[in-house]
């Protein structure tokens, strides 16, 4: 297993830590694991394979399919002439 050291982090941040692992019954080490578990892999979006990433995208031309779009360069051009 790996080790991380996270350095000239505020103080405000580091009090913040500690109180929220005292609550949580956890040392600072503890409760910084568990921020970093809950922010990169509960949280995070399921991977999809190539082969659904091409399904879902033929889904989504198909749907789109006979309808009218404008190219995004055009778009942004109008917004940038609005200001």
């Known amino acids: ?38 922010a990169l892999l509960w949280n995070s979006p399921p991977a999809i394979d190539r082969a659904e990433w091409d399904k879902r995208a033929a889904q989504f031309r198909e749907r789109l399919k006979g309808r009218h779009h404008t190219p995004s360069e055009v778009l942004l051009r109008e917004s940038r002439d609005e200001r």
């Open 1 to 38: 297993m790996a080790s991380l050291h996270v350095r000239n982090i505020d103080d405000e941040i580091v009090a913040r830590l500690k109180e929220r692992a005292a609550n949580n019954g956890r040392s600072a080490e503890a409760e910084h694991r568990e921020i970093l578990k809950s």
